[in-house]
């Protein structure tokens, strides 16, 4: 089996002692850290100057006449109120009268149920079967 040539260069390998310096390696990555491109800061240097000369015109153009002038109040005429209704007996069963209250108490009375069942077919109760309604 023959031995690989680049085991054998690199086990020959040394380093030069005085060739690398890492206080001088550490500064000159912290200087090419810091170093920042100044075309964002022009950018928002240039936003900033467009928003002042856009409030600035904004604040101090000329008003126009039309604005200047007083315009006429107008006030409708005094219209007499019709009277009030007479109140409407709600439904003991309307969304307004069960909203609000889940004491079963204070449900309705049978008899007001008369008109929305068929008295001939006793009710059912609804449930949920493997995803269909029985």
Same mark, same amino acid.
């Given at each position: 089996?023959?031995?690989? $040539? *680049?085991?054998?260069? !690199?086990?020959?390998?040394?380093?030069? &002692?005085?060739?690398?310096? +890492?206080? =001088?390696?550490?500064?000159?990555?912290?200087?090419?850290?810091?170093?920042?491109?100044?075309?964002?800061?022009?950018?928002?240097?240039?936003?900033?100057?467009?928003?002042?000369?856009?409030?600035?015109?904004?604040?101090?153009?000329?008003?126009?006449?039309?604005?200047?002038? $007083? *315009?006429?109040?107008? !006030?409708?005429?005094?219209?007499?109120? &019709?009277?009030?209704?007479? +109140?409407? =007996?709600?439904?003991?069963?309307?969304?307004?009268?069960?909203?609000?209250?889940?004491?079963?108490?204070?449900?309705?009375?049978?008899?007001?149920?008369?008109?929305?069942?068929?008295?001939?077919?006793?009710?059912?109760?609804?449930?949920?079967?493997?995803?269909?309604?029985?």
């Amino acid at each position: 089996m023959n031995p690989d $040539p *680049v085991y054998d260069k !690199l086990a020959r390998f040394s380093p030069d &002692p005085g060739g690398l310096d +890492p206080a =001088e390696v550490l500064f000159r990555a912290g200087r090419a850290s810091a170093r920042t491109p100044r075309g964002w800061k022009v950018a928002v240097a240039g936003l900033l100057l467009s928003n002042a000369v856009g409030f600035g015109w904004l604040a101090l153009r000329p008003v126009p006449e039309s604005a200047q002038t $007083p *315009v006429p109040l107008v !006030l409708p005429a005094q219209v007499a109120e &019709p009277p009030p209704a007479p +109140p409407v =007996e709600a439904s003991p069963w309307s969304a307004h009268t069960l909203m609000g209250t889940l004491d079963t108490d204070r449900l309705p009375p049978p008899e007001a149920v008369a008109g929305l069942t068929d008295p001939g077919r006793p009710l059912a109760l609804i449930s949920a079967r493997r995803g269909e309604i029985d």
